[in-house]
């Protein structure tokens, strides 16, 4: 989706202003972080994931109290239509959702079906592009939070590809390159501009390449030790 449809949505959304800035954002230029329609945007975000976190609980109640199938579904319909909103570029293909996702709507394109485990951030400092069949683990970052004084922010790519498994507490900094087949362990670091080996494991901080996976995903034992 480009950039133009995707301020369409917004404004269907119903955000109102100057839109130049989130233009620049999109587009993956730099742009104004104390512009007042890109403010709202944030907060209009923050309002959607909200919404979100309450239809996750609803569901969960709903099932451990047994209110029955119809009640269920209409709940689970309302959770598609949000993550549409959060995800036009590719939100119907969000196979689970957990509590504490945080996203700026129409900063992730999603490729193809994807999962995000409990507490995934996205901070708005990399447009983020997944690919087919991601799991990404609980307290997953992307990017990093805006710290800029001088309010002008730069845009990053974070690319994830096919048959990607991002572990439980990794960064991925900006400008990284999750390449195809790859795994991420538990609590490492993808520094920025960092590409990886197609197949294969990273680990540590900062990551690095452990082993290469065969294409039936079996390690190479020899590189485990």
Same mark, same amino acid.
């Given at each position: 989706m480009d950039f133009k449809n995707k301020i369409d949505h917004l404004k269907k959304l119903g955000l109102t202003g100057d839109f130049s800035q989130i233009e620049l954002l999109y587009q993956g230029e730099?742009?104004?972080?104390? $512009?007042?329609? /890109? &403010?709202? #945007?944030?907060? #209009? =975000?923050?309002?959607?994931?909200?919404? #979100?976190?309450?239809? *996750?609980? =609803?569901?969960?109640?709903? *099932? @451990? /109290? *047994?209110?029955?199938?119809? @009640?269920?579904? $209409? #709940?689970? &319909?309302?959770?598609k239509a949000v993550l549409m909103e959060l995800f036009p570029d590719g939100g119907e293909k969000i196979l689970l959702s957990m509590p504490g996702l945080k996203v700026v709507i129409g900063m992730v394109d999603i490729g193809g079906l994807t999962t995000f485990n409990k507490d995934v951030v996205f901070y708005p400092s990399s447009i983020v592009k997944t690919g087919n069949y991601t799991l990404i683990g609980s307290h @997953?970052?992307?990017?990093?939070?805006?710290?800029? =004084?001088n309010h002008t922010a730069s845009v990053g790519m974070i690319t994830l590809g096919d048959d990607t498994w991002i572990g439980s507490k990794v960064a991925i900094e900006d400008n990284a390159i999750? =390449?195809?087949?790859? @795994?991420?362990?538990?609590?490492?670091?993808?520094?920025?501009?960092?590409?990886?080996?197609?197949?294969a494991l990273y680990i540590s901080n900062p990551a690095h390449l452990k082993t290469i996976i065969d294409k039936n995903y079996h390690s190479n034992k020899d590189n485990l030790t």
């Open positions: 730099d742009f104004n972080t104390s $512009d007042e329609t /890109y &403010q709202k #945007l944030i907060k #209009l =975000s923050e309002k959607k994931c909200a919404y #979100l976190d309450k239809l *996750n609980t =609803s569901i969960s109640l709903a *099932n @451990v /109290y *047994n209110h029955g199938a119809e @009640v269920i579904n $209409d #709940l689970e &319909q309302r959770k @997953v970052t992307f990017g990093h939070p805006d710290k800029n =004084s999750i =390449s195809n087949g790859v @795994v991420i362990a538990m609590g490492a670091r993808v520094k920025s501009n960092t590409e990886t080996e197609p197949n």
